[in-house]
């Protein structure tokens, strides 16, 4: 499977470049045609550098007081934080206290914080960070949990999404579709690969993939 993989640059910042692998994968949302690594740019410093920068611009209007990472962000998400109170004499964030959170998601899949976390998001502007928006449905319920907790938010970064905008927040990212051509995303229970009889190869999870 790793042999047929290839590499794709981002349109908006050719820098940055993604492993793609070709094939039939699950996730917990839907299936896949292609697995999008992004170990680089979400663990190596400079791209991580360069993935915060990019993803800090369209913010830098909006007030940020906290940043929810999802699926092993956190490294762009500092370096995003340090972006946006550091920016220019008219930016909102400027000189401002940012804090990073990772909620924890229990055996049934629900996102939740501890009490000592909770005064980091309650009354709080938050953008949410994740690696990858597909069908939008995690983004949703990090969002849940963001006003569960008492939250605002106020915008959505990603590194790869196929969405510009969920419910009344907008998505920002660096990958689109349209920097992987023939990517296709499909319901678990309506899959064509599945239909034909194509094994699935791997599962995917916030920490990569498990072949089967």
Do not use: W
Request: hydrophobic residues 40%; contains cysteine.
């Amino acid at each position: 499977m790793e042999s047929k993989s290839f590499f794709a640059a981002s349109g908006s910042l050719p820098e940055l470049k993604i492993r793609v692998i070709p094939g039939h994968f699950s996730t917990s949302r839907s299936h896949v045609n292609f697995y999008l690594d992004m170990t680089e740019i979400k663990s190596g410093l400079f791209p991580a550098r360069k993935a915060a920068q990019a993803l800090a611009f369209p913010f830098f209007g909006r007030l940020t007081e906290t940043i929810v990472c999802l699926d092993g962000t956190e490294v762009i998400g500092a370096l995003l934080a340090e972006n946006l109170s550091g920016c220019g004499m008219g930016g909102i964030n400027r000189g401002l206290p940012i804090h990073i959170l990772t909620p924890e998601i229990t055996a049934a899949g629900q996102f939740l914080l501890r009490r000592d976390s909770i005064p980091e998001i309650d009354g709080k502007s938050a953008l949410i960070l994740a690696a990858s928006v597909t069908t939008g449905q995690t983004i949703r319920q990090a969002a849940e949990c963001t006003r569960y907790y008492g939250g605002n938010v106020s915008g959505a970064a990603a590194i790869f999404s196929l969405l510009n905008k969920m419910d009344d927040f907008p998505i920002f990212s660096i990958f689109g579709a349209e920097d992987f051509p023939g990517y296709q995303t499909y319901p678990g229970t309506d899959c064509p690969l599945c239909r034909k009889g194509v094994r699935i190869d791997a599962i995917i999870n916030q920490s990569g993939y498990a072949k089967l």
